[in-house]
């Protein structure tokens, strides 16, 4: 008898009072709040203060150092953008671009990534070398591609047509509409691919070997134990890589600047982004547009995070 | 005491990489930084260096700003400014001036021997020493020979005049400068002085420049007409004509002797036959032989070819003095028609993506008969070390009616309406683009001289010798002035246009829409 009321009274000066200032864990909140505050207002400051700006200026008509004082225009520059030839084509070649290759990225990397988790001499270096595409700067190797692209005097013309006797004559790759697409694709895929296998390759090696065991003892065939084991527990891993590369496809700016410049049919939606807010001076409308990015980038992002659900258990 | 011993191995051994790591790094830093500055030392005078060959690709092209092979990353969207944002890779190959600046010391004729180091004094040294106080920010060439050349005249005016020279090299890139300079005319920012202006920035940048008439107005005369008629904006003139550039015809005169051609071509229809007959002759042995080479990629260079075409053609300008736009004409549709027509036949496929480092390889590696490209060429294509090397002359571009045109490239020097040292900054101006100081720079650095009497000197032909069959091509501008600061859109819808002919759409069609987007902006 004694024991248990001197147990409930110990448990009861125990819990929490409710609303007092005195607790251990309430001070510890206070405490990392008021830690943190400094760098949320950095982040504050440098992250949405421009976002906000953008937003802003979206809904006038600001150009860049000029001495035409600035008004409010309100939708107008999201309506013309909805007309805007140039703007919708470019969502369609960067769309086109993006399934191009994170499609091809994905297998290739998917591939690499389980032959190099496998043992075999000399995997360290693989490994190492494997990376070497994606160290070398975007810009770099995109003027490096354009020359092995050209038709008179590119490498890549020379084989096919000179040594391997593939083609007849020389094809423009860089300049031919037909072709420049699936060009600038191999070139980002080059670059890219080491980078999806990496990030799979991490998520294989957290794959514990000895289900591979228990199901070769059930009999089950390598095709069987890829769809129903590697797969499965790649998930999370390949939900961020997808995830990952879409988003950088959607952004793409670099090689597609240096191999095409402001050619009107290879435009994607960062360049003519650029185009308007760097070349035409155009703030106002520069602004809508990359707001508009952002929502075209949101809705793969929302697509993405629905369809391919983790759940957290 | 094992497991401390290990531990203290350990412990010692990471140290030891540690410091290891951070010494290579350190070294190589070191090692790295220490390179530039051996460059320029190294390049000096490229001793027995004969004849004009020596100069390098440092004139820039001016709205081409090439992407010189070894030169910066291609990012830099070249040319205009403003366009610039049009993607040029890179700048200038004044930045590619690893090349020595070649200084003939011999002068046939008794004029001064200019070498790099040896600035012509300065002529106007009593008027502007009175202004000895002011300090001076020059927002000057970009790294490479043409900040030597900045640095050098920049003493030389300290030492004669004690005004203080703040020298600051400008980005490689046109598109980066034009940037640059808005943030600083958007701040009202007095740390920037005299600027070095493209040649289709004027329009857009008048606001903030100072009216350079009243002090240097009669100076101005001796320049090129046309040029300071660019330069002049609602009746200010903004910018000193620094040096100029246009479009040229380089061929190869061996070839057109093999081939039995007395002459180069003077109108289109003579290149195209000239082109293929050379190329017909020469692609047994080279597949890939081209006739003819430009630049056709949509960028601000095509802009300038395409308005070298149209006015040699009776095609207009694009726009007429007035702001009218005059694009859409029959006689623009055929040249443009025409120049499609040539495309997979005496101009490769690949040359509507080609700007001006492209084209430029395809001739300096011998696979092309003609090119069409601004005055550096002429130093890479006479370097020793190239296969083409004493097998290049240089024309005039044909024209079908008329003149002989060629489209004003080129930089000019402006001063800054929020400068606090303004008379300072308008006398380094005046000695910046006096004769002696182009003669100087035309002889030292291959510039090409905006005054008329500065291209006829003997020294300057000898490193330039096309300037003298040169001397009667008209230059024409492009439509910058009446555009004003909308003049990258315009630039962009007349390239934009022009390259979708070029990749095989009927100018007929395409000229009333450019002509429509063109009208947009002027009204």
């Known amino acids: 008898m004694s024991v248990r009321a001197e147990t409930t009274g110990q448990l009861a000066r125990a819990r929490p009072r409710a609303g007092g200032t005195g607790s251990l864990a309430e001070r510890q909140n206070g405490l990392a709040y008021a830690l943190l505050a400094p760098a949320l207002l950095v982040v504050v400051l440098v992250a949405f203060v421009p976002l906000f700006q953008t937003i802003a200026q979206s809904f006038t008509n600001a150009r860049l150092a000029s001495a035409r004082p600035v008004t409010n225009v309100g939708l107008k520059n999201y309506t013309d953008l909805l007309t805007d030839g140039g703007f919708l084509h470019s969502i369609i070649v960067t769309v ?199 929502l075209v980038i949101g809705i793969f992002v929302i697509t993405y995070v629905t369809f391919l659900k983790v759940e957290t258990t | 005491m094992d497991l401390e011993q290990r531990a203290d191995r350990r412990g010692f051994s990471r140290r030891a990489f540690v410091l290891g790591a951070l010494s290579a790094t350190t070294a190589s830093v070191l090692a790295a930084c220490a390179q530039p500055s051996s460059q320029p030392a190294t390049s000096a005078p490229a001793a027995a260096q004969p004849t004009p060959a020596a100069t390098k690709p440092a004139a820039a092209a001016s709205p081409a700003a090439a992407a010189s092979p070894a030169a910066s990353p291609a990012a830099a969207p070249a040319a205009s400014p403003a366009a610039s944002a049009v993607a040029k890779p890179a700048a200038s190959p004044a930045v590619a001036a690893a090349s020595p600046a070649a200084s003939p010391s011999a002068v046939a004729g008794g004029a001064p021997a200019f070498t790099i ?24 060439d970009s790294v490479g020979l043409g900040h030597d050349i900045d640095t050098a005249l920049s003493n030389r005016f300290t030492q004669d005049t004690g005004i203080k020279i703040n020298l600051v090299p400008k980005p490689a890139s046109a598109t980066d400068t034009f940037a640059q300079y808005q943030r600083f005319f958007q701040g009202q920012s007095p740390d920037l002085d005299v600027l070095m202006i493209d040649v289709i920035w004027p329009g857009s940048l008048a606001p903030n420049l100072v009216d350079l008439n009243p002090k240097l107005g009669d100076a101005a005369k001796q320049h090129y007409p046309n040029i300071i008629d660019n330069n002049t904006i609602n009746g200010a003139l903004v910018g000193m004509p620094w040096f100029g550039d246009f479009g040229m015809l380089f061929y190869r005169k061996d070839l057109l002797q093999k081939y039995n051609i007395a002459a180069p071509p003077k109108t289109w229809d003579e290149l195209e036959q000239q082109a293929t007959t050379i190329t017909n002759g020469e692609k047994g042995a080279n597949a890939n032989f081209a006739g003819f080479v430009f630049q056709g990629n949509a960028y601000e260079g095509l802009t300038c ?98 003149q002989p045109v060629g489209t004003v490239g080129g930089w000019q020097l402006g001063v800054s309406k929020y400068s606090k040292s303004q008379d300072a900054a308008i006398e380094f101006v005046r000695y910046l683009t006096s004769p002696d100081v182009q003669a100087y720079r035309a002889v030292v650095g291959a510039y090409v001289p905006t005054i008329q009497s500065v291209a006829s000197r003997a020294d300057v032909l000898q490193i330039e010798p096309f300037l003298q069959n040169l001397q009667n091509v008209q230059r024409v501008v492009r439509p910058s002035k009446q555009t004003g600061d909308r003049y990258n859109e315009a630039s962009t819808a007349i390239f934009q246009g022009v390259n979708q002919v070029l990749n095989g759409q009927d100018a007929a069609q395409v000229l009333p829409g450019v002509q429509q987007r063109l009208q947009r902006l002027a009204g």
Do not use: C
């Open chain 2, 305 to 402: 070819n395409a308005l070298e075409w149209l006015a040699s053609t009776g095609g207009g300008t694009f726009m007429d003095e007035s702001g009218q736009v005059t694009i859409n004409n029959p006689q623009a549709a055929a040249i443009l028609n025409k120049v499609r027509g040539w495309i997979g036949t005496i101009a490769p496929r690949g040359v509507t993506g080609y700007q001006e480092d492209e084209s430029l390889n395809a001739f300096n590696g011998g696979n092309a008969a003609f090119l069409r490209s601004w005055p550096y060429v002429w130093g890479v294509v006479t370097k020793p070390d190239s296969v083409i090397n004493g097998k290049v002359d240089v024309a005039p571009l044909p024209a079908s009616q008329g």
């Open chain 2, 117 to 140: 180091n040896n600035p012509p004094p300065v002529a106007s040294a009593d008027q502007a020493k009175q202004f000895a106080s002011q300090q001076v920010s020059y927002y000057g």
């Open chain 1, 96 to 294: 086109e671009f993006t399934i191009l290759t994170v499609v091809f990225e994905f297998l290739l990397g998917l591939m690499i990534a389980m032959v190099v988790n496998s043992n075999f001499r000399g995997r360290g270096p693989m490994r190492a070398a494997m990376l070497v595409p994606w160290a070398i700067p975007t810009v770099v190797s995109a003027q490096m591609w354009k020359w092995m692209y050209h038709d008179i005097y590119g490498v890549i013309n020379d084989l096919l047509v000179n040594r391997f006797h593939i083609l007849s004559s020389n094809i423009a790759w860089v300049a031919d509409p037909a072709t420049s697409i699936p060009a600038i694709a191999a070139v980002d895929i080059w670059k890219t691919t080491p980078f999806v296998a990496l990030l799979l390759l991490a998520g294989l090696q957290v794959i514990p070997s000895d289900i591979y065991e228990a199901a070769d003892v059930d009999g089950a065939s390598k095709v069987q134990q890829f769809m129903r084991l590697t797969l499965p527990l790649l998930r999370p891993a390949i939900l961020v890589t997808l995830i990952f590369r879409t988003l950088d496809s959607l952004r793409v700016f670099d090689v597609f600047y240096v191999m095409f410049g402001n050619r009107q049919d290879t435009q994607t939606m960062a360049i003519y982004a650029q185009q308007n807010i760097v070349a035409f001076s155009d703030l106002g409308y520069g602004g809508a547009i990359s707001v508009a990015i952002f």
